[in-house]
């Protein structure tokens, strides 16, 4: 059951409500930064509220008989879109996103060490219908973005194929610890096989972008910010439009 969280209705409950999410002063008061599940609704509701702005496709699924429910992102993208070398552009967001150790950035050497690899998905080319789900975890204080991916004749990707389909700018790092990163989990709310990017890192990597926030006074989203940093692991990029004002 697809439906959207209630929408901010006026000016005011919007500066409202950023400011209950998102002001410095209640970062602050949060133990070690973490996440209560009203402040990631409510982080959610004013994603939702930008992305129908910007068209960008986000919804709120509630579980039929439940009030419990997720954000949901449906793509359709070509495996070598996935591989493709991100722009300038995108390089800066995702340096400047204050991504944990083992993630972030790549050099001239990592280019090396991925030249000639063959992967799965890079020998076929085909289409890729990729569906991402954005929870709340209970056990971590945190954000969970869950993942699956088809082809268009609706064959799920194999572990080993979402592995292949990583950016080689992260594959690498990544499978250094993968227990720490990707997994195969049974989805919480649906009770599905789905991918998961692991929380156990969030808090880490999460608590500095925070902490910046509180420093230089200004607002930030949690949930969004979450996903600028996680998001382009699996493909998943946040158009810089989000940080824009209006």
Same mark, same amino acid.
């Given at each position: 059951m697809k439906t959207h969280l209630p929408h901010v209705q006026t000016a005011l409950d919007v500066l409202v409500a950023s400011r209950f999410l998102t002001h410095p002063r209640s970062l602050a008061e949060m133990s070690c930064f973490a996440l209560d599940e009203e402040r990631f609704r409510l982080c959610c509701r004013l994603l939702l509220q930008r992305s129908d702005q910007l068209r960008d496709g986000w919804s709120w699924n509630v579980v039929q008989g439940s009030e419990e429910g997720y954000l949901k992102k449906t793509v359709l993208r070509s495996d070598s879109e996935l591989h493709a070398t991100p722009t300038a552009e995108e390089q800066q967001r995702e340096q400047s996103a204050a991504a944990p150790e083992g993630i972030r950035g790549h050099s001239?050497?990592?280019?090396?060490?991925?030249? *000639?690899?063959?992967?799965?998905?890079?020998?076929?080319?085909?289409?890729? =219908?990729?569906?991402?789900?954005?929870?709340?975890?209970?056990?971590?204080?945190?954000?969970?973005?869950?993942?699956?991916?088809?082809?268009?004749? *609706?064959?799920?990707?194999?572990?080993?194929?979402?592995?292949?389909?990583?950016?080689?700018?992260?594959?690498?790092?990544? #499978?250094?610890?993968?227990?720490?990163?990707?997994?195969? =989990?049974?989805?919480?709310?649906?009770? #599905?096989?789905?991918?998961?990017?692991?929380?156990?890192?969030?808090?880490?990597?999460?608590?500095?972008?925070? #902490?910046?926030?509180?420093?230089?006074?200004?607002?930030?989203?949690?949930?969004?910010?979450?996903?600028?940093?996680? *998001?382009?692991v699996v493909g998943l990029h946040v158009p810089l439009q989000y940080c824009e004002t209006g």
């Open positions: 001239e050497d990592d280019d090396d060490e991925d030249d *000639g690899a063959c992967t799965v998905l890079e020998s076929s080319r085909q289409a890729l =219908q990729y569906e991402y789900h954005v929870l709340y975890s209970c056990s971590y204080n945190t954000p969970v973005l869950y993942f699956r991916a088809f082809t268009l004749e *609706g064959r799920s990707l194999s572990l080993e194929e979402v592995w292949s389909s990583v950016h080689p700018n992260f594959r690498l790092r990544l #499978q250094e610890s993968p227990l720490d990163t990707i997994t195969q =989990q049974e989805h919480p709310l649906l009770g #599905q096989p789905f991918f998961m990017l692991h929380p156990c890192k969030t808090e880490e990597f999460m608590k500095p972008l925070l #902490q910046a926030a509180v420093d230089q006074n200004r607002p930030v989203n949690y949930v969004l910010s979450w996903l600028s940093v996680v *998001g382009p």
